[in-house]
Every structure is written in structure tokens, then in C-alpha cells.
């Protein structure tokens, strides 16, 4: 199975931020054993975005969209990627009475663009954001499916583990397990240097390192389908990385 990633923002072109989506989503990809071939960064443009779009289907499986969900007039994902399968945008009343509730509750006015977040492809399944006002959705034909969440890290993360994940474990037939391991007082270039090697050679499980105020994790992920242990196919590479790092 292949995936493309369609990253969606003039700021992104700009540099003004950073595309860390495009990194944690190609890492969880790898994690699950999905192909990720080409990535793209489109602006706010309709015409390129069309472009974008419809050359991903051409290629790829599963193509995953972040940004442009929002309610201004440039945020054109969703009526990109509707056209492209050939539907069209409906109301979504549930969603439109989450997001009115999320303004009521912050006690601001909700300008009626913003009901704009509430319209999805006909038939779509619309994933959650608890952290946002923009709702993703998944857009299935009968041989692809364009997954689009919001551009926002802190919204775009929570959606994928709660609601992508599970979906395309389901499509690719595997599913993912983790562990973390916490050191405390090694830096991140000493523990990289340490298990340099593995993590050059890595297949599954596979093994990601976070630095955070001083403190070192290790994610170890095993990738395995119904039936198998994730445990044991994570065991021995735990094991190394302990008697590799010590006791830290």
C-alpha cells in the first residue's frame, strides 16, 4: 500500500512554520508498513492544489491531506478533494452544532463563515477534533481514499492517533503497538550514538527518540497483524536498548 502527503498553507512555503505534521505522519506510515513516496506543499492556490490532488490519486493508495480545512475563503481542501471523487459538499448538522457549542463556550461570536468547517463530501466519514473547529474527514472511492485533517499540530495529532490510525490499520491489515522507555540523564546525541546501528538497520519494531526538558524517550513500536504478539516482537529490542543505554 502507498501514501502521499499534501501539505496545505502558503506559511509553510513562506517558511514562517516549521511542517512537523509531515514528519510524524511519515513516521507512523513507516511504523505501519505503508509506502510514503512523495510529499507535497502546495499554498493557497486553487489551481495547484487541483494539480496537487489529482496527481496523488493517480499514484497513490491513500492520499493524506493537512491544512485548508479552516473557514476563510483560501482554506480549499475540502471542495478540491469533493471534486476530484465527484461529490459534493453537504451540511453536516452535527458538526455545525459542535462548533457552535465550541464558540458558545468560549463566549465568542461565531461569524457565519465558519459554518463553512461544518460541510463535508457526501458519504465521507468525518472524524472529530476535540481540540478544534475544524473536523477532518475520510473521502473513500472504491480503490483510494483522501484522509484530511486540520493543519493546527495540536489538532492534527490527537485526530490521527484517535481516528486515522485505527482507520488505516484496518485498511493495511496491521496493527501498531508502543512502548516508551524514559532516560533520565543522557543526552539525545550520547543515546543516538549508542544505538546508532539499530536504528540505521530498523524494521520492526521500530524505535523513535524524543527529547523534552531533559528527559530522553525512546518509543518502541511493533507492527503485527490478528493473532500475532506485539510483546515478544517488542522484547528483544527493549532488551538491547537497556543493555545498550544502562541504567539511566
Known amino acids: 500500500m502507498s501514501a502521499e502527503l499534501i501539505s496545505v498553507g502558503t506559511e509553510l512555503l513562506m517558511g514562517n512554520i516549521v511542517n512537523t505534521n509531515a514528519q510524524y505522519i511519515s513516521q507512523r506510515l513507516a511504523d505501519l508498513g505503508i509506502d510514503c513516496y512523495l510529499q507535497t506543499t502546495v499554498g493557497d492556490n486553487h489551481d495547484r492544489l487541483v494539480e496537487a490532488v489529482h496527481g496523488a490519486l493517480r499514484r497513490a493508495d491513500i492520499v493524506i491531506l493537512t491544512g485548508g480545512l479552516g473557514p476563510t475563503a483560501d482554506d480549499l481542501t475540502k471542495e478540491t478533494v469533493s471534486d476530484a471523487f465527484g461529490k459534493k459538499l453537504v451540511l453536516d448538522e452535527a458538526s455545525l452544532e459542535y462548533i457552535k457549542a465550541r464558540f458558545a463556550k468560549r463566549g465568542h461570536e461565531m461569524t457565519p463563515n465558519n459554518v463553512k468547517q461544518a460541510y463535508f463530501p457526501e458519504g465521507c466519514i468525518i472524524l472529530p477534533n476535540p481540540n478544534g473547529t475544524a473536523p477532518g474527514c475520510i473521502v473513500e472511492s472504491e480503490a483510494k481514499a483522501a484522509i484530511l485533517m486540520p493543519g493546527p499540530p495540536n489538532e492534527m495529532v490527537p485526530m490521527f492517533e484517535a481516528s486515522v490510525l485505527p482507520y488505516l490499520e484496518k485498511r493495511s491489515g496491521y496493527m501498531l503497538k508502543s512502548k516508551m522507555l524514559r532516560i ?65
Open 184 to 248: 533520565f540523564g543522557k543526552g539525545e546525541s550520547s543515546v543516538e550514538y549508542e544505538l546508532k546501528d539499530i536504528m540505521a538497520s530498523q524494521t520492526n519494531p521500530t524505535i523513535a527518540p524524543y527529547a523534552l526538558n531533559g528527559e530522553m524517550k525512546l518509543r518502541v513500536t511493533a507492527r503485527c497483524r490478528a493473532g500475532e504478539d506485539a510483546d515478544a516482537i517488542m522484547a528483544p529490542m527493549i532488551a538491547e536498548v537497556k543493555r545498550r543505554i544502562g541504567e539511566y
